[in-house]
Nanobody
Framework: QVQLVESGGGLVQPGGSLRLSCAAG????????IGWYRQAPGKQRELVAV???????NYADSVKGRFTISRDNARNTVNLQMNSLIPEDTAVYYCYTKRFWWTNDRWGQGTQVTVSS
């Protein structure tokens, strides 16, 4: 199985920015679904931002206008630019892919994002 490797997490003050990257290790063109989820302590894992088939994006209401998902097909990476961060964004962020509708979900190991003064 090809690994998904996230990077870019860290500690940032409220109002700051971080950029997360996920190296997929394979072509991400025309994936059924690819993007980012997050899980805060004591909470369910939730969708943050994903690409759907055809390039349509879907964002959680809580991050609209602040986060931007992007991809670099040549480098097989999907990125998440996070601006205007707030403490509620604190979570482990996971890269997620689903190559085809019949294939299994794939998850990265996660990268910690902490927003605190």
């Amino acid at each position: 199985q090809v690994q998904l490797v996230e990077s870019g997490g860290g500690l940032v003050q409220p109002g700051g920015s971080l950029r997360l990257s996920c190296a997929a290790g394979e072509s991400i063109s025309n994936f059924n679904k690819i993007g980012w989820y997050r899980q805060a302590p004591g909470k369910q894992r939730e969708l943050v931002a994903v690409y759907l088939s055809g390039g349509v994006t879907n964002y959680a209401d809580s991050v609209k206008g602040r986060f931007t998902i992007s991809r670099d097909n040549a480098r097989n990476t999907v990125n998440l630019q996070m601006n205007s961060l707030i403490p509620e964004d604190t979570a482990v962020y996971y890269c997620y892919t689903k190559r085809f509708w019949w294939t299994n979900d794939r998850w990265g190991q996660g990268t910690q994002v902490t927003v605190s003064s």
